[in-house]
């Protein structure tokens, strides 16, 4: 049966700028867990030990979300993004003692390599492992079957694809999963963003090219236009008669009453938005780049072109300013 992964509490931490506070955060991961989600991920946007002046700072330290979330949970499991670089051995360790039983482990999708050690680790400590490959629209099958077999020898759970730019179609994703579903015997996993407003599309087509794990979020909370939206996907799962436990009615009121009264601004496709996903940008760079275009007095669509010329991607955040000045001088 299809396991669905929400990350409203991590990847939706962006679009609130990394402020949830803890009764946020009991109230939504008690309200997932009752509609079925089989693990809720909880983190700073950016993995553990992302709140920095260089991804933005959290309101209220990360381990105690996870610890909170982990007090209310009785079926899910409480799971954490670990970007090696960001994160650290340590930073895994105190989140494994604040509760968390699931990490996933994040690199860019040519560079699986770095996450060895800490695939080694949480699997002597027992966590469920995820070998997690961003960016993937930045390297062909191939490329990606490679790391992914990196991701595999050393023992992940299961290998994640992560649309991380919403810049793929769905021809592209199901040649990117089918790949890895033939070349490896882990199972694996999709996580789509909207800037083409393709998530839902890219999703279904994930699942019916094979994948056993599906990321989404409540509202569709998250970077850029966001995730792949939660009570949708239930919705359509429903009407396509995959087999799932998601409690559809459930979700509505999880994201209406719960969810979407978090939302500090629209999540919508606007014009930067969908620049990110035409461009190929790396979705957790919008509000970064709308920060550098009030600065510099440019437009973030004009940072955000230039930025999918230069093939940045995550760790580059401190290059948007330069990007910016840059731009504005010219």
């Not at 490329?143 to 810049?167: C, M, P, R, T």
């Not at 789509?192 to 599309?201: D, K, R």
């Not at 990110?276 to 919008?286: D, Q, R």
């Amino acid at each position: 049966m299809l396991k669905v992964v929400d990350t409203t509490l991590r990847d939706g931490s962006h679009a609130v700028s990394h402020s949830y506070t803890v009764e946020q955060v009991r109230s939504v991961a008690a309200a997932l867990d009752e509609a079925g989600v089989d693990i809720i991920e909880i983190s700073h946007g950016d993995g553990l030990a992302g709140s920095s002046i260089n991804y933005g700072f959290s309101t209220t330290d990360e381990l105690e979300l996870v610890k909170a979330a982990s007090e209310v949970v009785k079926n899910a499991q409480i799971g954490v993004l670990l970007l090696p670089g960001i994160g650290t051995i340590v930073d895994l360790e105190k989140a494994y003692e604040a509760g968390a039983r699931v990490v996933r482990i994040a690199t860019h999708v040519t560079e699986a390599d770095v996450a060895i050690e800490h695939i080694k680790y949480a699997k002597e400590k027992g966590m469920f492992t995820v070998g997690f490959l961003m960016m993937v629209h930045m390297a062909s099958p191939e490329k990606i079957v490679e790391q992914a077999k990196i991701f595999e020898e050393n023992g992940v759970d299961y290998i994640n694809l992560a649309d991380s730019a919403g810049h793929l179609t769905p021809n592209e994703v199901k040649e990117r999963i089918e790949a890895v579903k033939a070349a490896c015997h882990v199972p694996v996993g999709f996580h789509a963003h909207n800037n083409l407003g393709l998530a839902i599309a890219n999703s279904i087509t994930a699942i019916e090219s094979g994948v056993d794990y599906i990321d989404a979020t409540c509202c569709g909370l998250g970077a850029g236009a966001g995730n792949c939206q939660l009570e949708v996907l239930s919705a359509v799962l429903n009407r396509l008669n995959i087999e799932n436990k998601l409690d559809f009615k459930k979700l509505l009121v999880a994201s209406e009453d719960i969810v979407r009264p978090l939302l500090q601004r629209p999540q919508q496709i606007d014009a930067a938005a969908l620049m990110l996903g035409y461009a190929g940008v790396y979705s957790s760079f919008l509000l970064h780049a709308k920060r550098a275009a009030d600065t510099y007095g440019i437009t973030v669509v004009d940072i955000l072109e230039e930025l999918g010329k230069r093939k940045m991607v995550g760790g580059q955040e401190d290059m948007i300013v330069d990007v910016a000045y840059h731009l504005a001088n010219k």
